[in-house]
């Protein structure tokens, strides 16, 4: 990475920074904790990870967090694994995602949007309201802190109110959207034995309706823990033998009662991709994502009540639940229902238009493709109250950048944003103050140590390294689900550096402090010593219009050589004939590295992904190598599993 300092494509001006929460925030922590009132997010970030319980302590002032008993202090141990946040605290997530309520009863918490494309208000009382009837009817059911409660649902407000009902009652949610195949959701569920499950009778996307009444049938019969099964009629069937009725659970005019737990209990369980093995079944805590998310959505996307939050995601991905937490900062959020791309291209920005989104996130994917497709945002909508496009997904390319900057707004802020599932937060992403590099993320969150290490250990600066963090957050996980000695834990993410979370990502950490993700470290390319992300290659071959989608794989071969393909999907019309294939080559040797020239290019009937739209490299390294199909990738968490055939196919006939 070049050290000079480019002209950034964006910077805020004085009266943005002035008014972002996050340089209020510092201006009282200097005041009242000694932060430093000088040198800006740098100097701010320095002292969050110095100082972090100090930091943290912070946090829970600033945005009033009601601890029913108090903590000893802020981190008993601060070991990895193992951190405990806050001992002794007491408190509840959903009673502070309803606070609102009490002063803007008749405003509203949710915009619920469908494929025709119309908001639809629930109000801030309601949503209090019918969290308080089903928490209700939840402990009538026999939920007690503790138990854990499922959801098959897609983006719909009920599913909303049945993760907060879940929370005041101290059960733990978990929740797959109705894509997801019966042997996914058992995959998942199995894990965790749910007492109740909430399901839909289908669902409705591209324009067609998708009954999934079968599938439900089937995890009844599958999950043997089951106490109650709760229908909700969004094709409007009748509830199936022996269901409740999603209406008659929400009808009461009740107060919900906030079960107050300890910091670190349960809150959700949430689930790696599984490609190679059962989901990770990922538990984190009531406290640790309550301060978390505030001080992401808070301070970090800037969010509050004037706010409308819209992320294209389902309930199956951990943006769903990031989404919920913008009640916590009194944020209006956006669930849209639907196609990414129906009736057209242009659908999302035509929901960030007519809800007058104000943070609208998305993936890195769906923005390149807007880019393809030829859509004109600022042209065609009214996207005046979008002050923050933000992607995440995958690392949005340079050419994404300045895309969303000449066709949205020259005065755009673009987050682009990295973190996990693992920990359901970002480790660098969106600082209002700062400037945007093209192709960069803005920086390290708050109180996120965050390091590139080389293979020894050592923190590099403006060089490829490991992306690790040094210190815990409090959103780590508390535990995995049915890992009682805590090995399969531990070796997800310490097994490398003892002590230090390795996450499994390249990055670089620039000299102006600003950050790159190149792409998943264990399916780096690394040829002749010269180690670069797959991200990399993508950017680059994806510019070509006649490449809809491409994956790149790097394979150790036993005589110590490496052999290196580029599969392309490519656009309809489109011939893999020799100009493309030069063109290809050409301008990867160009605008990468000669070394990084594919040793084949082959056409692929399309790209595999993980059920959340990332491409699976790892498992079709393995497929290539001669692992068996069931052994190199879990069937059930592929988007299209009739594609691995090809991959399969190829490998026998190489070996």
């Given at each position: 990475m070049p050290t000079v300092n480019p002209e950034p494509l964006w910077r805020p001006d004085p009266q943005r920074i002035a008014r972002a929460q996050i340089t209020k925030f510092q201006t009282w922590a200097a005041e009242q904790h000694g932060a430093p009132s000088h040198g800006g997010y740098p100097a701010l970030h320095r002292w969050s990870v110095d100082e972090l319980e100090t930091f943290w302590a912070a946090v829970t002032q600033w945005f009033d967090v009601q601890f029913s008993t108090p903590y000893a202090r802020v981190l008993g141990d601060r070991s990895m694994p193992g951190a405990r946040w806050f001992p002794g605290a007491t408190l509840n997530y959903a009673e502070h995602a309803l606070r609102a309520a009490a002063t803007r009863p008749a405003e509203p918490a949710l915009l619920y949007v469908d494929e025709t494309h119309e908001p639809t208000p629930v109000t801030w009382s309601e949503l209090r309201r019918q969290v308080g009837s089903l928490a209700g009817e939840l402990r009538a059911l026999g939920v007690r802190p503790g138990d854990r409660v499922s959801g098959y649902l897609p983006n719909i407000p009920q599913a909303v109110v049945a993760l907060l009902a879940t929370a005041a009652v101290g059960g733990v949610w978990t929740s797959c959207a109705p894509d997801f195949g019966a042997r996914s959701v058992l995959d998942r569920f199995q894990q965790v034995e749910p007492v109740v499950l909430f399901t839909v009778d289908g669902y409705r996307y591209g324009g067609k309706e998708h009954d999934r009444r079968d599938v439900v049938a089937e995890l009844r019969a599958e999950l043997p823990t089951l106490r109650a099964v709760v229908h909700i009629p969004v094709l409007g069937t009748e509830p199936p033998q022996g269901a409740l009725d999603w209406a008659a659970l929400t009808a009461a005019d009740e107060e919900p009662l906030f079960e107050q737990v300890p910091f670190d209990h349960p809150l959700w369980v949430l689930y790696s991709s599984g490609t190679t093995g059962l989901p990770k079944a990922i538990v984190q805590s009531q406290g640790g994502i309550l301060v978390e998310h505030l001080k992401q959505l808070g301070l970090h996307c800037d969010l509050g009540p004037e706010d409308r939050f819209f992320w294209y995601t389902s309930t199956g991905w951990m943006m769903w639940n990031f989404l919920?937490?913008?009640?916590?900062?009194?944020?209006?959020?956006?669930?849209?229902?639907?196609?990414?791309?129906?009736?057209?291209?242009?659908?999302?920005?035509?929901?960030?238009?007519?809800?007058?989104?104000?943070?609208?996130?998305?993936?890195?994917?769906?923005?390149?493709?807007?880019?393809?497709?030829?859509?004109?945002?600022?042209?065609?909508?009214?996207?005046?109250?979008?002050?923050?496009?933000?992607?995440?997904?995958?690392?949005?390319?340079?050419?994404?950048?300045?895309?969303?900057?000449?066709?949205?707004?020259?005065?755009?802020?673009?987050?682009?944003?990295?973190?996990?599932?693992?920990?359901?937060?970002?480790?660098?992403?969106?600082?209002?103050?700062?400037?945007?590099?093209?192709?960069?993320?803005?920086?390290?969150?708050?109180?996120?140590?965050?390091?590139?290490?080389?293979?020894?250990?050592?923190?590099?600066?403006?060089?490829?390294?490991?992306?690790?963090?040094?210190?815990?957050?409090?959103?780590?996980?508390?535990?995995?689900?049915?890992?009682?000695?805590?090995?399969?834990?531990?070796?997800?993410?310490?097994?490398?550096?003892?002590?230090?979370?390795?996450?499994?990502?390249?990055?670089?950490?620039?000299?102006?402090?600003?950050?790159?993700?190149?792409?998943?470290?264990?399916?780096?390319?690394?040829?002749?010593?010269?180690?670069?992300?797959?991200?990399?290659?993508?950017?680059?071959?994806?510019?070509?219009?006649?490449?809809?989608?491409?994956?790149?794989?790097?394979?150790?071969?036993?005589?110590?050589?490496?052999?290196?393909?580029?599969?392309?999907?490519?656009?309809?019309?489109?011939?893999?004939?020799?100009?493309?294939?030069?063109?290809?080559?050409?301008?990867?040797?160009?605008?990468?590295?000669?070394?990084?020239?594919?040793?084949?290019?082959?056409?692929?009937?399309?790209?595999?992904?993980?059920?959340?739209?990332?491409?699976?490299?790892?498992?079709?390294?393995?497929?290539?190598?001669?692992?068996?199909?069931?052994?190199?990738?879990?069937?059930?968490?592929?988007?299209?599993?009739?594609?691995?055939?090809?991959?399969?196919?190829?490998?026998?006939?190489?070996?």
């Open positions: 919920v937490s913008g009640l916590l900062t009194g944020t209006t959020i956006v669930l849209y229902d639907g196609s990414p791309g129906h009736p057209d291209t242009g659908a999302q920005w035509r929901i960030a238009e007519r809800t007058g989104a104000t943070l609208y996130g998305t993936s890195a994917a769906y923005v390149m493709a807007c880019r393809k497709a030829e859509v004109h945002p600022a042209r065609d909508f009214d996207l005046s109250k979008v002050q923050c496009v933000a992607t995440t997904g995958s690392p949005l390319p340079p050419d994404g950048f300045r895309w969303l900057h000449d066709e949205v707004r020259d005065d755009l802020w673009i987050a682009s944003v990295s973190g996990g599932t693992d920990v359901c937060s970002c480790f660098a992403g969106a600082v209002p103050t700062l400037p945007v590099h093209t192709g960069e993320l803005q920086a390290p969150g708050l109180g996120t140590d965050l390091q590139s290490w080389d293979a020894n250990g050592r923190p590099v600066i403006d060089e490829v390294g490991e992306l690790v963090v040094t210190n815990p957050m409090p959103s780590m996980p508390v535990r995995f689900w049915n890992d009682p000695d805590g090995s399969r834990y531990h070796d997800s993410y310490f097994d490398t550096y003892p002590g230090v979370w390795r996450h499994g990502d390249w990055i670089t950490i620039t000299s102006r402090g600003s950050v790159v993700i190149h792409g998943r470290s264990d399916s780096t390319l690394n040829r002749q010593g010269v180690r670069m992300g797959s991200a990399d290659i993508y950017e680059v071959v994806e510019r070509l219009p006649e490449i809809r989608e491409s994956l790149v794989i790097g394979i150790e071969q036993p005589d110590g050589g490496y052999w290196m393909p580029l599969f392309v999907h490519l656009a309809p019309g489109a011939a893999l004939d020799e100009a493309l294939l030069g063109r290809i080559k050409q301008s990867i040797r160009e605008q990468l590295s000669p070394r990084h020239v594919p040793d084949e290019v082959i056409e692929v009937p399309g790209v595999p992904h993980t059920l959340t739209g990332k491409r699976i490299e790892v498992p079709i390294k393995r497929l290539l190598q001669g692992t068996p199909l069931e052994k190199a990738v879990n069937p059930g968490s592929i988007d299209n599993l009739g594609l691995l055939h090809f991959y399969e196919d190829l490998a026998r006939k190489r070996s």
